[in-house]
């Protein structure tokens, strides 16, 4: 099963921009539906945005324009790149891994390995 450890993550102001990442290892990287996720203190946890085998990505409403998923299947790594971060984007941000194709990877189903998280802090 694969295990995922992310960085990257930091505290910066309003407008900038910060690159997560998310190495994996133990399995077969390029098998599973890849994902990020975040959770502000007193809320849900909410899917940011996922990428499918094939190349397909979703992202929330919120992020639309602004993060960027992608990944590097030769280094097993995962990516978001957050430009013209606000702070309302201040959470702790997880990454995560799922067997699921399709609707379920793009819907934010079934994600059950998860990274330790990386906290970003946008202040205004």
């Known amino acids: 099963q694969v295990q995922l450890v992310e960085s990257g993550g930091g505290s910066v102001q309003s407008g900038g921009s910060l690159r997560l990442s998310c190495a994996s290892s133990?399995?077969?990287?390029?098998?599973?539906?890849m994902g990020w996720f975040r959770q502000a203190p007193g809320k849900e946890r909410e899917g940011v945005a996922a990428?499918?085998?094939?190349?397909?990505?979703r992202y929330a409403d919120s992020v639309k324009g602004r993060f960027t998923i992608s990944q590097d299947n030769a280094k097993n790594t995962l990516y978001l790149q957050m430009n013209s971060l606000k702070p309302e984007d201040t959470a702790m941000y997880y990454c995560?891994?799922?067997?699921?194709?399709?609707?379920?990877?793009?819907?934010?189903?079934?994600?059950?390995?998860w990274g330790q998280g990386t906290q970003v802090t946008v202040s205004s």
């Open positions: 995560a891994a799922s067997t699921s194709r399709g609707y379920f990877c793009l819907t934010f189903w079934a994600f059950a390995i």
């Open positions: 133990g399995g077969t990287y390029s098998t599973y539906c």
């Open positions: 990428i499918d085998t094939d190349g397909s990505t």
